[in-house]
């Protein structure tokens, strides 16, 4: 059986961009549909830490509440390990919060954090089908998106969902992640800056019984790569390894033996992770992507545009993801409201436009640090000479922290005197943090 459904908007997957994206049409009475080819709660490769900045998205969308309630722990800074074993700590101080945001961030695994997003933007009135494969834009005569194609996933639990083929909207919102169908059919995915640094591949492990976890984030920084532990409650820590694309592709593809084999030749790490008796709950692996993220030209098309990773996909290890992804659809509601009063097809172009420069505005400054981080990072020399000018400069190593984590605005570390003292050699003073 074939059928046709339609909406104003429709929303191309139901991660967190599109489920910010819904919330705020709907909110606003726009009929929106969000069509996401899993079944939420679905499996993500992701730290699952939330930036402080989030908090102030989460609380507008109703969210904070359950996510606190569903037992995210709380993150108060992150700790950097550098190659040759230097360490600082940062501290997400309260002087750089802005208005809403909350001075420590979250984590929560993904399979509790997206669905309670979902639900928020279904309480506003956003129409939700999961198990829908989109494979395909719809387009009228002279290009314009008009809707979506979807595959029968064959294991859709619901049977409308299966006989879905067409879906009709006035605007298309790609919100499909990393690799995004709607951005590749659209010809403007994200491309990694010229010259990026060498691709990484990223596996995830869920772990309970790790040594010595805290309320930070533990960056731990190799010549070979690098590895991220949080604290995500009730016991359990998130291991993100990166490590790079050929280093991997050389070994076996099975990500459990990457890991186990990885926890061998990184005792720092593996000596606290392989613990006795620790159970692993589930492996995730994603990439290869650039160190440095990957950004969109463009974000928009004649009647459509794109939103969170299927725009912007910032390297795992920055932590600005779950942010970005709910600030971009915070910033596109305003403009999708726009385009779907516009009296002609080309007014509501200039309104997806006006969104672009908004992007841009908001983000581009964010991408630069991202770059300097990704290099910082393929640099062990250069760690090893920040951990040192940082072990004792507690004021910059709070600022440094802040910027990585988007905490604080980038445009307070991308300045020519705070870039030279962070590689400045050491002054004296200094003292340690208890974390
Ligand atoms: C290893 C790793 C670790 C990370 N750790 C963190 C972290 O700790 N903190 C952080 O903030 N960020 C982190 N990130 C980044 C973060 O995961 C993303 O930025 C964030 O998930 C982006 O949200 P999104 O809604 O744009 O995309 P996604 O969360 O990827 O959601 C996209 C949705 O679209 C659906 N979809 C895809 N294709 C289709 C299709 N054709 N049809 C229908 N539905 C489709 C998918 O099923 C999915 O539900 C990490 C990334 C990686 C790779």
């Known amino acids: 059986m074939t059928s046709t459904l339609r909406a104003d908007v429709v929303v191309v997957g139901g991660g967190p961009a599109g489920a910010a994206t819904a919330w705020a049409l709907a909110r606003n009475g726009v009929d929106v549909l969000v069509l996401d080819r899993a079944h939420v709660p679905r499996p993500t490769a992701c730290a699952d830490y939330v930036s402080p900045q989030a908090t102030r998205l989460l609380s507008a969308m109703g969210a904070l509440e359950a996510i606190e309630g569903a037992g995210a722990a709380p993150v108060t800074g992150m700790t950097i390990r550098s190659p040759s074993g230097g360490r600082f700590h ?143 409650g009730e016991g359990i820590t998130s291991i993100t390894i990166v490590a790079p694309a050929a280093l991997v592709l050389r070994g076996s593809a099975d990500p459990e033996g990457f890991v186990a084999r990885w926890f061998a030749t990184h005792p720092q790490v593996g000596s606290r992770c392989a613990v006795s008796g620790a159970r692993s709950i589930e492996r995730v692996a994603a990439g290869p992507f650039a160190a440095c993220g990957a950004h969109a030209r463009r974000a928009w098309a004649p009647g459509a545009a794109l939103v969170g990773d299927a725009a912007d996909s910032p390297a795992p290890v920055i932590g600005a993801g779950i942010y970005a992804a709910l600030r971009g659809g915070e910033i596109l509601g305003p403009y999708l409201f726009e385009a779907l009063r516009a009296q002609s097809p080309t007014r509501a172009d200039h309104a997806l436009e006006a969104y672009e420069r908004s992007r841009a505005h908001e983000f581009a400054a964010r991408w630069r640090v991202e770059r300097l981080i990704g290099a910082a ?59």
Request: contains cysteine; aromatic residues 4%; proline residues 4%.
């Open 90 to 232: 940062g501290r997400f101080v309260a002087r750089a919060v802005t208005a809403g945001v909350r001075t420590n961030g979250l984590a929560l695994q993904r399979e509790r954090l997206d669905p309670i997003l979902l639900d928020r933007a279904r309480a506003a009135g956003a129409r939700v089908r999961t198990g829908v494969d989109v494979g395909d834009l719809v387009r009228d005569a002279t290009g314009r998106v008009i809707g979506v194609r979807v595959h029968d996933t064959g294991g859709a639990k619901d049977g409308e969902a299966r006989a879905l083929r067409t879906v009709e909207a006035r605007i298309v919102v790609g919100a499909d992640g990393r690799d995004s169908v709607v951005a590749q059919q659209l010809g403007i995915s994200p491309r990694a800056p010229h010259g990026a640094h060498a691709r990484r591949m990223a596996f995830v492990a869920h772990q309970h019984g790790v040594k010595a976890m805290g309320a930070s984030r533990e960056l731990y920084c190799f010549a070979d790569g690098y590895c991220e532990l949080i604290n995500v």
């Open 377 to 435: 990072l393929s640099a062990p020399a250069l760690m090893d000479r920040l951990a040192r000018s940082l072990e004792q400069r507690h004021d910059l190593a709070d600022l440094l922290v802040g910027a990585f984590d988007g905490f604080v605005p980038a445009r307070a570390l991308v300045r020519p005197g705070v870039l030279r003292q962070l590689f400045a050699p050491p002054i004296g003073g200094g003292g340690s943090y208890d974390d």
